[in-house]
């Protein structure tokens, strides 16, 4: 069953790959080109997920998470972190914040698959 | 006034070199040779931080700038900041149309797999030629099953024959009775005619009888005849049978050895094409996991634009910070620090690009 997935990100490329990735695979994307932009699409519409880049002009990822979370119809809605930040003491910012998984660029489109089927299994 | 000079153009070209591709470097060329000219100028160079990843870009040696440096900084770092811009812009756009077009080549080898996959697999030209083989062969099966039936119905026209040759011998044997009878009926009458007055009445019968005798030669006789005529024709049917079903076995030998030469041909056909559609799809999968790779080098893009974004703002601090004359340009260390601050990649941090494997998926 097709879920519905937000993808955050600055770049437009990178928004572009995840799409072709999450489509292919079946899902229905909305897209967002950072922080503020997401939260301008959390109106109240079923998101069975969202993949966010960590930093964005605006409002960066771990903000985002934050923002999310405070959010009561969005709290439990699982958040993939999707960036080229591999140090610890950021994965920790956005473990703290509430994301629940971590992924490094360059990434192979199917961990990312992987990790949200996993997520939204 | 001093700044870390060195340190921002060692850092500024050891990105450049790290992230932009050689197919790009054109449009990196301004910046380059606008960097190179200071590079050169009297004083430690930051070239060597721009070609050894031993050494992370912003320990680079520093040094003192003159105000006529930062006039000219002033005057060019504009158009440094644009190259910038116009280079991220120029990577954004032409690696996303790659990534599509990539995406779409995947998709179409994918959409030839699935199709070869159903013309070879069940219900695909392997398993249709397999059953018009068993078809035809029921077919010739059903050709020789009627053949045998035919020989069958041959046997049983040969036995008609033999009793046709029965009848034939029964209607010659009432023909010889009623010749006996009529003999004997002609003495009846010779004898009836001496009796005179008293044999006349018997007279009378001996006529009739041999009245029945002639009657029952003739029909002897026809019956004869009629049976030769049965016997012609089970004959000529016979032969013409016989012929038929020499011929039919002839054709159904032709039709049989036909049916085989053709589908053994169409097998050794069908194993060919098999094997070149199995060496497509090894080709294909290899040529799908080749694109899978380049859609994750492509990758490279996002992290070059983070970098590129990193010397962008950096220069455009410092160009603001020269027309304000902000105390900052006095401060190389604090200066390097805040650069420090923005780096989100590990070339950034260690001079070292990352590989990826699935280690890179973290779950909390």
Known sequence: MAKTILIVDDSQSMRQLVKMTLTGAGHQVLEACDGRDALTKLTGQKINLIISDVNMPNLDGIGLVKAVKARNEYRFTPIIMLTTESEQSKKAEGQAAGARAWIVKPFQPQNLLAAVEKLMG | ?364
């Open chain 2, 1 to 364: 006034m001093r700044i870390y000079l060195g340190a921002w153009l060692g850092l500024a070209l050891a990105t450049i070199g790290l992230v932009v591709p050689v197919h790009l470097l054109p449009h990196a060329g301004l910046l380059l040779s606008s960097l190179a000219l200071l590079a050169l100028r009297p004083r430690k160079t930051a070239r060597a931080a721009a070609t050894s990843h031993s050494q992370t870009p912003v320990d680079s040696v520093v040094t003192q700038a003159s105000a006529g440096d930062w006039q000219l900084i002033e005057g060019v770092a504009p158009s440094w900041r644009d190259s910038l811009g116009q280079t991220r812009a120029l990577l954004q756009s032409n690696i996303g149309e790659l990534f599509q077009r990539f995406h779409n080549i995947a998709q179409r080898l994918e959409q030839s797999l699935d199709n070869s996959n159903d013309v070879l697999g069940n219900g695909g030209v392997g398993e249709s030629l397999r059953d018009a083989n068993q078809r035809l062969h029921e077919v010739t099966e059903s050709f020789r099953a009627s053949s045998q039936r035919q020989h069958a119905l041959l046997d049983t026209i040969s036995h008609l024959d033999s009793y046709a040759s029965q009848l034939q011998h029964m209607a010659r044997r009432v023909q010889e009775i009623a010749k006996q009878t009529n003999l004997l009926a002609l003495n009846a009458a010779i004898e009836a005619a001496r009796a005179g007055e008293y044999g006349r009445g018997f007279s009378v019968v001996a006529d009739e009888v041999r009245k029945l005798s002639t009657l029952s030669a003739e029909t002897g006789l026809a019956m004869d005849e009629k049976v030769g005529e049965i016997t012609h024709a089970i004959q000529t049917t016979i032969e013409a049978a016989a012929e038929l079903g020499t011929s039919e076995q002839s054709n159904l030998d032709f039709l049989s050895q036909s049916v085989s030469g053709v589908m053994s041909r169409l097998g050794d056909n069908l194993n060919q094409l098999s094997d070149a559609s199995h060496a497509l799809q090894h080709d294909a999968r290899e040529t799908q996991h080749d694109i899978q790779a380049i859609m994750v080098s492509l990758q490279f893009q996002d992290r070059t634009d983070q970098m590129l974004e990193h010397v962008q703002s950096d220069l455009q601090d410092l160009l603001d910070a020269i027309v304000a004359n902000d105390p900052s340009l006095h401060d190389a260390p604090a200066w390097l620090d805040r650069l420090r601050q923005r780096f989100t990649t590990d070339e950034e941090r260690h001079g070292q690009p990352k590989t990826p494997s699935s280690a890179e998926v973290t779950f909390f």
